[in-house]
């Protein structure tokens, strides 16, 4: 068993997802994208979900171009999506796949950065709908096909804000430390009753949109890539983690 907040580092099989069904969040960019890629490439069937189509189509011409398994695009915007939109998607993969191996939520928004003082509460709403709210309903919909799976696993992306409050990080900060308390209770209530486990990774400095968004003056070349953090999440998906729940780690670039 992990330690909780422990830093990992992992080398994954060729086949270590081998046609597993996986589904990620924020599949068209950054982490997701990433996650989604390297998913792909250890065997696994991608569903790749998000807001914008062109991204996942250009994610879905990178996998098939590789000769990887043909992965399936789901457009789903957060912010919108009601419980129904979820539930049809549960009916959907079991129609199709008949259980749900893994579920990654990468999907995310920065919001402001400004004292909470000074928070406007429409981006306090917008915030914790994305990075928490749908989050929940989600997996929450999900449970029925991620208990059809040998080894399910539900992996959130949590953020060191998440762990320790800074100034200035207003609702984002807060949406991860809800994230974090989550991801405790759900695995509490699932341990040892079934397959399904729950995790989330840190995934420290990592050079995405949403970083440059929260640190413009920051160079990006200082900073892993989403494509060096993956095997923390490939370790959390695969069977070498199976006795891993209500565990939150840190990524570390290979």
Not at 39 to 58: F, S, Y
């Amino acid at each position: 068993m992990l330690l909780a907040d422990q830093i990992i580092t992992y080398q994954a099989n060729s086949d270590l997802l081998r046609e597993r069904i996986i589904l990620v969040t924020g599949a068209g960019d950054g982490i997701g994208k990433a996650v989604a890629l390297a998913c792909a490439a250890v065997g696994a069937r991608l569903i790749l979900a998000g807001r914008t189509v062109a991204k996942l189509e250009q994610v879905y011409d990178l996998i098939a171009s590789a000769g990887q398994l043909e992965p399936v695009i789901y457009p789903i915007d957060l912010e919108g999506a009601t419980a129904d939109d979820y539930d049809q998607l549960c009916v959907s993969i079991i129609d199709q796949f008949g259980h749900l191996d893994g579920l990654v939520h990468s999907a995310g928004i920065l919001g402001q950065r400004t004292p909470l003082n000074n928070y406007r509460q429409d981006v306090w709403d917008r915030v914790l709908q994305v990075n928490v709210t749908a989050q929940f309903q989600m997996t929450q919909a999900l449970m029925p096909a991620l208990e059809k799976s040998n080894d399910g696993s539900v992996v959130f992306t949590s953020s060191s804000v998440g762990q320790v409050g800074r100034a200035f990080w207003g609702a984002y900060a807060v949406s991860k430390f809800a994230v974090e308390g989550m991801v405790q209770v759900w695995a509490a209530e699932l341990e040892g009753l079934g397959s399904v486990r729950v995790n989330a990774i840190n995934p420290g400095a990592t050079a995405t949109s949403m970083r440059a968004q929260a640190f413009p003056a920051e160079n990006p070349s200082d900073l892993k890539t989403p494509d060096q953090i993956t095997p923390a999440y490939l370790y959390l998906l695969g069977g070498h983690s199976s006795e891993v729940n209500g565990q939150s780690i840190k990524a570390q670039a290979r």
